[in-house]
Nanobody, 123 residues
Framework: QAQLVESGGGLVQAGGSLRLSCVVS????????MGWFRQAPGKEREFVAA????????AYADSVKGRFTISRDNAKNTVYLQMNSLKPEDTAVYYC????????????????WGQGTQVTVSS
């Protein structure tokens, strides 16, 4: 079972940037598709971005397309989420997740999750 640890969250003003990182230990990282999800207070967890095991295929939620970029470094067992032009509505706990096989936008397809990192965007 993979273990995932996120970092990089914090408080930022609207228009600012943050980069989240997620380090994965356990089984071979390069065999996992990875995803980022977020959950705001009182709302359901929602898909943000996903990347295939080799990094050649990505997917984004419409709400973050053009502002967020997902990437991975298989040599460092790490997946990143670069978040630019942040908006107050991006405020949420951000979770990274891992799954075997092809990447997905569906949270239920991911078997391993991190503990989450808080991102707060002030207006």
């Amino acid at each position: 079972q993979a273990q995932l640890v996120e970092s990089g969250g914090g408080l930022v003003q609207a228009g600012g940037s943050l980069r989240l990182s997620c380090v994965v230990s356990g089984r071979t990282f390069s065999s996992y598709a990875m995803g980022w999800f977020r959950q705001a207070p009182g709302k359901e967890r929602e898909f943000v971005a996903a990347i295939s095991w080799g990094g050649g295929s990505t997917a984004y939620a419409d709400s973050v397309k053009g502002r967020f970029t997902i990437s991975r470094d298989n040599a460092k067992n790490t997946v990143y989420l670069q978040m630019n032009s942040l908006k107050p509505e991006d405020t949420a706990v951000y979770y990274c997740a891992a799954k075997s096989g092809s990447h997905s936008t569906y949270a239920g397809a991911f078997g391993s999750w991190g503990q989450g990192t808080q991102v707060t965007v002030s207006s």
